[in-house]
Each structure stands twice: as C-alpha cells, then as structure tokens.
DNA sequence: TTTAAAAATACAATCGATTGTATAAATAAA
DNA sequence: TTTATTTATACAATCGATTGTATTTTTAAA
C-alpha cells in the first residue's frame, strides 16, 4: 500500500549514471549531454520518480515558498490582493501560505519567527494595526530575505512598498462631497501609526483648505474602524448638528455609522452624505449604496508578488515604491 | 549580517558532548540525563540555537504541518472555520497552510498534488462543486495521510466527516416558511453531486410533505447559488406569481434575489417570505434583513482539527461522522 | 598521431537532525 | 570485590538532493 518513493539514486542505480548527473540532468543543467538527458528523464517518468522537496530544501536552504502575512483574510480587499498574489505566484513555480496577524502585534511576530523557522524565501506583508516595532521583520531581511509591503507601507530600509494613492484618492473623495454641497464634513480616521490612514487624513485635509473650508479637529474622530467603532463615531457626530458629510476611512465603519444614522431618522444622503473607502462587496448592497474608493487589488498582489520573486531570484534588494491608482465609485450615498 | 546558524553539532563540539545525544536532549528523551538536559538546554538558549527544521522535516518525513483545501476564503463561513482550525492548530504545535481551490477540480487536484509533494501531514478539506472523482484524495491517503472532510462529506473510506443537520436545518427553516403563511414556496438549490445540497433540498422536501403541501418540481432552481445565479432565479421565480416564500440554500443568492425582487415591486416579506443559510455578515446588514440558518463554523474548525491531529498523531484511521447543530437567526425577511 | 582543450560524467562531501546499535559508566546484586 | 544489570552516552548510518572538484571521454588543433 503504502510505496516507497523513488529517489535519484533509484534512477542511478538502474542507469548506471551517477546521481549527480540524475540530479543535474533533471534540473536541465548543461553540464548534461542532451542524449543522457533525455535518458534520464525517460526512465524518471518510468519509475513515476517525484522530486523530494524537503531533501531539496535542506540542501539548498530555500523552500521555494513566499508567505502573504495580513491582518484578516475574509477582508474583501485582502482577499482580492491573495487572488493576485496566487496567481502570478503559480506563475512563476512558488506556493503561498497565508497567515492571518488579526491586528495583534504578538501575533505577528510569532508568525514570521515561525516563517523564518521555515525558511520561507520572501515575504509580503500588510502590517498589523499594533505593529510600530519593526525587529521581528529586520531579523527575517538579515537573514538575506526580501519583503515587499503592500497595502500599509513601512520605511525600512532595503524594501518594497505596494500601495494605493491615499492621498489623491482621500482628497478626491473629500472633494466630491464639497461639490456636493457638504459643508460641514465629518472624518473617521484610523491609528495614525499606520501610514495609509495618516495619508487618508491628509488627503481630507488637502481638500478642505483647497475649498478654504476651515478645519475643526472636533470633526476627525480616531478609532480601529470597526464596525462598533463606527456607531460609537456616529453617535458622537450626532452630536454636532451641522455635521452633513461624512469621509470614512474604511467602508466597515462608513456602513455601520449609516444603519445608526438612519436609526437615528437621519436621511442619507439628504442630511449626510457619507464616502468610504474599500468598495467592499456589501457596499453595493445596502441602502443607500456606499460611495466608496475602489482599489485595484489583484493587481496590487500581481505587482507585489512580481517584485518580491524578482528580488528573491536576483538576490537583490531594492528600495522603491510603487503607488497605484484608486478610483472613486459614486453610488446613492452621496448623491444628491 | 548574515550570522550562521548555530546547529547541533556547535552545541556538542562546544560541550563535547555528542551530536545524538544533544538531538535526544533538545527533544526531551528520557534517554538522557536531567543534568545533561539542563546543560544542553542551557548552551542551546545561550547560542541562540534554533532547530533547523528543514533538516528535521527529511529525517523524520513529517512536517508538522497540516493543510485547509477550500473552495473560496472570502466566504464568511470558511473564513469563521479556518479561525477555528487555526486555534486548534496553534495550541498542538501544528502549522497551516491555507488554500482556495475556487471550486475548480483542475486547481484542487494541483494543490492536492503540492501538498503531497510538500508533505503535509494531514488535510481538512471541503472539496470543490466540481469535484467528483477522488483520486486524488485517495493517492494522498496511500501515503498513509489522514483526511477530514468538512462542510460538504464525502464518503471516502476511512475519513472523518464533520459537517452539520443540513437536513433538519432545511426542514426548520422550511417549517418556518410554512408556519408564515407560505403556501408555495421556492427552493434555490445547489449541484446535487454536493452531498450538502441535497440534504438542504430533501429537507426542504420533509417539510413540505410534513405539512402535505404538495412538492412542485417548477418551484425547485438549481445552480451554483452565485451572485447572478440568485438574480437569474429570481427571474424565473416570478413567472409564477403564486409563490409567495423562498428558502435558499445560500445566502448569496438569497440577497441577489431579494434585490432583484424589490426592484421588480415586490415586497419582502409580504409578497415573499425569504430564508437563506449561512449567516452571512451582510444578512445582518440588508434590508429587509435577512432570516438565515447560522453554522457553528468556528466549532467546525476546531473539531476538524482535533480529529485530524488526533489521527496524524496515533497513525490511526477512522470512519465516522460528525454532525453539528445549526441555529435558525429570524430576522425581518421573513417576519409577516 | 600526439597533444591540448573542452565537454561529459563520476566522486565525495554536505545540508542538520534523527535513531538503531554499540559501548562505557553507574548502580545493584552476589 | 566481582559480576550482573541498568542507565547514560557515543558511534555511525541515514533521510535525498545538491554541488565543488576530480577524472574520464570526446573533440579539436597541431
């Protein structure tokens, strides 16, 4: 029952060809005459003969795996980012594993010490919520390792960063609410340790002092953006009655502060017209739909993955940004 | 920068000590001396040993590892199971690899043959709508693998099933329709080679017959329960106006159909009383929210995974089913 | 035909941990 | 004290593929 695997010294042994040749001769070297080659790889077929990783990755101390370390995977935005990452990653001959860091900071540290425990060659990271301590990651690069940042970008040296253009994007969406006729607009902001959510405000900003709208910090409500985040900002809102916009950083906090709103009698977008940013699958469905910012994720995880295997490969490392473009969906909530 | 690593036999070279014993220590043999033990422990935390566990997995052919094969991790279901696995995994030492056959037979077959290449040491799996033929399971199996199947069974010998009363669901969430005033109700059902679906369907079925309202084949759609699978239903559901409940065997489908139907004038729950399965975060969410049949995923997850590592860990086999309850969530989609 | 150069293959060490067997040390029994 | 028995440690092979070096074979040049 259970068969005993093939191994290269089988081939060797029933060729009479060293198994250095087999193993040269089945990684395509050119230090193999094309006829023993073709010898060898006919008899492999043969004998069913499977490559046996683990011997490969001990001899070689790689693994041929990348990891994608985020903070929750049923996220509609991550989920499209891991699409785009498995695909070019099949592309090129690595496999994937995922690892969820739920926002804990402890978490994720135990997850790349354990990614580093096996040998995993790259990684791609959307960091933590928690995280503003970057040993755990300078532990994995000192061991010769790239990472690419996507989504959150972090300034350690010698990385990759993927991401989106908050700024444009947050100013363009603050702006179609100032065209809407929104003087008064609210903004639920995120840990300002995480950089996406800094340039999310600054983009608000931005729009503001370009309408000469003043700015009232008793506006910008700071929070995790959960879903209970965003009844406990409504709540607050509410109680400034000339709120009548209203930029969420996240779509999860957006939508939840609108069903409060409305429980509240508030009519959206009549009273507040709200924008998020994710254009998560259910922001099409509530009502009214959520105006949101789509951002291009497959592609986000085609690049990143792109760049990661390329540094893996070249065993180079590089220190560039690439920042994509977002774009605003206009549906009912703000549309008046 | 890049420090090598310390291995077993700097250990035992620096405590003269020999390599064999200092593995048997680091692993807790009783083979050996408290006292070794405690010096080998001691100089493994000062040099900052960390068992390389590339060269551990070839010796031994295990890998400490085990993997989750499911169609799409953006579902909340499977997301709310791979939590659960993942729990269970962490406290027993074992890793997880995640990954998304997307309903394809072609891709889970390809991950099914990564994995054995990467010798996992067990699978949880929920196989794929298109999955028919087993082969590949069974080729995982020879090697003397464990395989636990959850969500969608699946009668392989020597499997464990865990899955939950798909039928009693069905026939409660039926029930309720009925005991709402529902004389004609649809059903949206899945592919019948999934086990699962039939079981919804033949609850479905046992309801109606309990209440002897007669079975009406025009009434029963089947399709993949996707987004425009609920629409194109829908659609069809409404050449006949005499149906006035639906219970769908998703809830994806069951949103894409209530949308559908409001747009078309129909009142939910008054012209038509929808139940859906899976509780969905958006059921919650859309209006008329949506009553629903809420599965214990996270309880799934951990009770796979003990199953598995329990079968991985005595090299034993089993053959038996669990079944899980499932609640009723009534909400306004059915409230008249 | 002989020699030099290039190409193909064989030899042997290695990656680092594990494990069956042999030996040495410690303890108990005679 | 000597022998038998148990306990602790050392020796050495092994998992299977990879790779630097050495050797043989082939081809080309003289």
Redesign the interface.
Known sequence: ???KKITIHDISRVLGIDSSTVSRALNDSDRVTQKTKELILNKAKELGY??????S??RT?K?QTIAIVLP???R?FF?TV?AGI?ETAQEKGF?V??C?SLDSFEREKKIIH?LI???VDGILISIAMETTNYEHLESFQ???NPIVFFDRPCHLDNCVNITIDNYTASFKATEHLILKGCKHIAHFSGKQNIDLYKQRKEGYLGALQKYQIPIDENLIFESNLSEEDGVIMAKKMLENPEIDGLYSSNDTAA?SAI?YLKTQGKKIPQDIAVVGFNND??AA???PSLTTVNQPGFEIGKIAANQLILQIENKTSQNNSLILNSELIIRDSSNR
């Open positions: 029952m259970n068969q499977q490559r046996n990783i683990l011997a990755n001990l101390n693994t929750r995977i049923s509609y989920a891991i498995e496999n594993v995922i969820q354990n425990a096996n040998r000192s061991l010769g939508i069903q699958p259910i469905i509530i009502e």
